[in-house]
């Protein structure tokens, strides 16, 4: 499957928000849009002006960048999230939140969601005891989602870990230092997704 390969921070100036995508320099003063203000390419205050539709596919880039999905794929999740009862946008938000790779990122196992998905590619995931090598595999309540043993002994593991517990879980789930193991309680609600987009947008840009 194609890949972006260049600078992620360079996604995250076009965009003008925090995407995320580089672990704990996402969370450091060494982060590109705490020290630039300006986009990149444009000069002083001149500022782009979007038309509706460009306001509308902003929106879409930004929750597809931050999931780490491309352009395919993201239509189907859209797709599924229509045929489901509710609002369409939060529906969308709510497959990307508990998508397997997010849900290793949320519980502090990776510093970032391509972290996420070399780790559950790798088999270093399990879900309820048995591997789970798929990063779209959709966890359901009451999944419980754990590492290899060996695995909870990698470095990386061990310092995604420490920034985890600083920064705390999110209510929707639950962590266990006692196993190093995650449940997951409920479907997390529009307010407690951190995916800072406008879900309304993005609706109306593929209803056209």
């Not at 596919?57 to 859209?78: N, P």
Request: proline share 4%; net charge positive; with cysteine.
């Amino acid at each position: 499957m194609a890949r972006y390969h260049g600078s992620v921070c360079k996604l995250c100036r076009r965009e003008k928000i925090k995407l995320f995508l580089k672990g704990e320099r996402c969370f450091s003063p060494k982060c590109p849009i705490e020290r630039q203000a300006s986009v990149s390419g444009e000069r002083g205050e001149v500022r782009e002006r979007l038309s509706e539709y460009g306001i509308q596919l902003r929106e879409k880039q930004r929750a597809r960048l931050m999931s780490g999905i491309l352009e395919k794929q993201f239509r189907k999740y859209f797709k599924t999230a229509e045929r489901k009862k509710g609002l369409p946008g939060e529906n969308l938000l709510r497959l990307l939140e508990l998508r397997l790779d997010n849900i290793v990122f949320r519980l502090g196992f990776a510093s970032s969601r391509n972290q996420a998905r070399q780790l559950v590619r790798h088999r270093h995931v399990r879900v309820n005891g048995r591997c789970v090598n798929i990063p779209s595999y959709q966890v359901k309540i009451g999944d419980r989602i754990s590492l290899d043993e060996k695995s909870k002994q990698l470095e990386i593991v061990k310092a995604a870990q420490e920034k985890a517990k600083e920064r705390g879980f999110p209510a929707w789930m639950e962590f266990d230092p006692s196993t190093n193991a995650g449940r997951i309680l409920e479907l997390p609600k529009r307010e407690e997704i951190s995916i800072p987009v406008q879900e309304q947008l993005i609706v109306e840009l593929y209803s056209k």
